[in-house]
């Protein structure tokens, strides 16, 4: 399994981005999936996810209200929108696909059977 993520770049705060993960194979539809970012320096933290179907979501505080998951099983691709980017969103970004009918979205990495590898989001002020 392959995971494809793409769409970072450089922006000012306030702009919005959206984030791309493309996963190969044809049991997409059976994975929960997760973003997750790295900041320099930092762990890796949990951003978003979204269960199979697309019917729950998970957020962490710092995005909520700002940030969007959602997903294209027909497209295997599984999307954040990112909107009123802050200086602090700055990270590398990570998809991840678990493989467990988790319900709701897990939060925690070591779930996560397959990882992308990572693209940026740098942020300035």
């Known amino acids: 399994v392959q995971l494809q993520a793409s769409g970072g770049g450089l922006v000012q705060a306030g702009d919005s981005l959206r984030l791309s993960c493309t996963v190969s194979?044809?049991?997409?539809?059976?994975?929960?999936m997760g973003w997750f970012r790295q900041a320099p320096g930092k762990e890796r933290e949990f951003v978003a996810g979204i269960t199979r179907g697309g019917k729950s979501t998970a957020y962490a505080d710092s995005v909520k209200g700002r940030f969007s998951v959602s997903r294209d099983n027909a497209k295997n691709t599984v999307y954040l929108q990112m909107n009123s980017l802050k200086p602090e969103d700055t990270a590398v970004y990570y998809c991840a696909a678990d493989t467990s009918p988790r319900f709701p979205p897990a939060q925690v990495m070591a779930v996560y059977d397959y990882w992308g590898q990572g693209t940026q989001v740098t942020v300035s002020s």
């Open positions: 194979g044809s049991v997409f539809g059976t994975y929960v």
